[in-house]
C-alpha cells in the first residue's frame, strides 16, 4: 500500500494549493490512504469546521494535529463528531477528542496515532510511554504515527525507539522540510519533519517582513499569512499491508 502524509497545512493558501494537486499527487503515487496535518489550516492557527471539512473534501482520510489543536474557541464540537480529526494522544485524560483513529479498509486496517513532543513544548504525558500502550492497543500491525515536535533530537530518539514496531514515524510542526528519511530496521519510514503546505517564502507560513521585525526588535506583532506562491510538503510511504513493514519513503515538494 502507498501512504501520502502532507506535512502542516498553513491557512487558506495551504488548503487552496492542496485542493489544485492533491489528485494529481495521489495518481501520480498510486495513493492508498491519506493523512494530512491540519492544526495549523485555519486562519490565525487551530482548526475550523471550514477548514476541517475542506481538508476531508480534498482527499483526506484521516486529519491529525498538534500544539495549536485547540487554538480555534468552539472546536469542541468538532472533536465530538469527528473520528477521524486527531488530537495529540498524550494530551491528559478527560481532554475532549483522541489521538488514536484505526481505519477499518477491509481486510486491511491502518492505525493512525498522533503524538506530541514535550522539549520545547507543553508538558503533556511522557509520547514513548503514550505510544508503547497505544501499539500494544492498536491491532494491527499498520501503524502511522505523526510525531509533532519541536526538538529534533526528540523526534530522533522517538524514531529509533519505535523502529521495528511501526510502520512510520514521521514528524511534523517544525514546518521545514528535513532531508533525513530512511528506513529504520528495515521495518520502519522515518522523517525528521515532512515540511508544510501553504506559502513558499515566508517564515513558517508568516510574511518574511513582520516575522523578521517581531524576531529583530521583540516588538507583538500581529502575524500574516505571506503572499508568495505557495509549495507542498508531503512523503509517500510504501508498505507491506500484511506486516506492517515500510519498504520505501519518498520526499515530496511540488512547487
Same mark, same amino acid.
Given at each position: 500500500?502507498?501512504?501520502?502524509? !502532507?506535512?502542516?497545512?498553513? #491557512? &487558506?493558501? @495551504?488548503?487552496?494549493? *492542496? +485542493?489544485?494537486?492533491?489528485?494529481?499527487?495521489?495518481?501520480?503515487?498510486?495513493?492508498?490512504?491519506?493523512?494530512?496535518?491540519?492544526?495549523?489550516?485555519?486562519?490565525?492557527?487551530?482548526?475550523?469546521?471550514?477548514?476541517?471539512?475542506?481538508?476531508?473534501?480534498?482527499?483526506?482520510?484521516?486529519?491529525?494535529?498538534?500544539?495549536?489543536?485547540?487554538?480555534?474557541?468552539?472546536?469542541?464540537?468538532?472533536?465530538?463528531?469527528?473520528?477521524?480529526?486527531?488530537?495529540?494522544?498524550?494530551?491528559?485524560?478527560?481532554?475532549?477528542?483522541?489521538?488514536?483513529?484505526?481505519?477499518?479498509?477491509?481486510?486491511?486496517?491502518?492505525? !493512525?496515532?498522533?503524538?506530541? #513532543? &514535550?522539549? @520545547?513544548?507543553?508538558? *503533556? +504525558?511522557?509520547?514513548?510511554?503514550?505510544?508503547?500502550?497505544?501499539?500494544?492497543?492498536?491491532?494491527?500491525?499498520?501503524?502511522?504515527?505523526?510525531?509533532?515536535?519541536?526538538?529534533?533530537?526528540?523526534?530522533?530518539?522517538?524514531?529509533?525507539?519505535?523502529?521495528?514496531?511501526?510502520?512510520?514515524?514521521?514528524?511534523?510542526?517544525?514546518?521545514?522540510?528535513?532531508?533525513?528519511?530512511?528506513?529504520?530496521?528495515?521495518?520502519?519510514?522515518?522523517?525528521?519533519?515532512?515540511?508544510?503546505?501553504?506559502?513558499?517564502?515566508?517564515?513558517?507560513?508568516?510574511?518574511?517582513?513582520?516575522?523578521?521585525?517581531?524576531?529583530?526588535?521583540?516588538?507583538?506583532?500581529?502575524?500574516?499569512?505571506?503572499?508568495?506562491?505557495?509549495?507542498?510538503?508531503?512523503?509517500?510511504?510504501?508498505?507491506?499491508?500484511?506486516?506492517?513493514?515500510?519498504?520505501?519513503?519518498?520526499?515530496?515538494?511540488?512547487?
Amino acid at each position: 500500500m502507498n501512504l501520502l502524509f !502532507v506535512g502542516d497545512v498553513v #491557512g &487558506t493558501a @495551504g488548503i487552496d494549493i *492542496l +485542493e489544485r494537486y492533491i489528485y494529481k499527487l495521489k495518481c501520480d503515487h498510486s495513493i492508498d490512504f491519506t493523512v494530512v496535518n491540519g492544526e495549523n489550516s485555519a486562519v490565525g492557527n487551530g482548526i475550523t469546521k471550514q477548514s476541517y471539512d475542506r481538508l476531508m473534501r480534498l482527499g483526506a482520510d484521516v486529519v491529525t494535529g498538534g500544539n495549536h489543536s485547540f487554538q480555534q474557541r468552539g472546536c469542541e464540537e468538532l472533536y465530538e463528531q469527528n473520528a477521524t480529526l486527531l488530537r495529540p494522544a498524550n494530551y491528559p485524560d478527560g481532554v475532549i477528542g483522541t489521538g488514536v483513529y484505526i481505519a477499518d479498509l477491509f481486510p486491511v486496517r491502518i492505525a !493512525v496515532i498522533n503524538l506530541m #513532543g &514535550t522539549v @520545547g513544548l507543553e508538558a *503533556l +504525558e511522557n509520547p514513548f510511554f503514550t505510544a508503547d500502550r497505544l501499539i500494544d492497543e492498536a491491532g494491527t500491525p499498520n501503524i502511522i504515527i505523526d510525531f509533532h515536535a519541536e526538538a529534533t533530537s526528540e523526534k530522533k530518539a522517538l524514531g529509533h525507539y519505535l523502529a521495528g514496531r511501526v510502520t512510520a514515524v514521521l514528524g511534523t510542526h517544525t514546518h521545514v522540510q528535513t532531508a533525513d528519511e530512511m528506513i529504520l530496521k528495515d521495518h520502519t519510514a522515518y522523517i525528521t519533519d515532512a515540511g508544510m503546505c501553504g506559502p513558499e517564502i515566508s517564515v513558517l507560513g508568516i510574511d518574511p517582513e513582520i516575522a523578521v521585525a517581531r524576531m529583530k526588535y521583540h516588538y507583538p506583532a500581529v502575524f500574516r499569512p505571506s503572499s508568495s506562491p505557495s509549495f507542498i510538503n508531503a512523503v509517500v510511504v510504501s508498505f507491506d499491508e500484511k506486516l506492517g513493514k515500510a519498504n520505501k519513503i519518498e520526499r515530496i515538494i511540488m512547487r
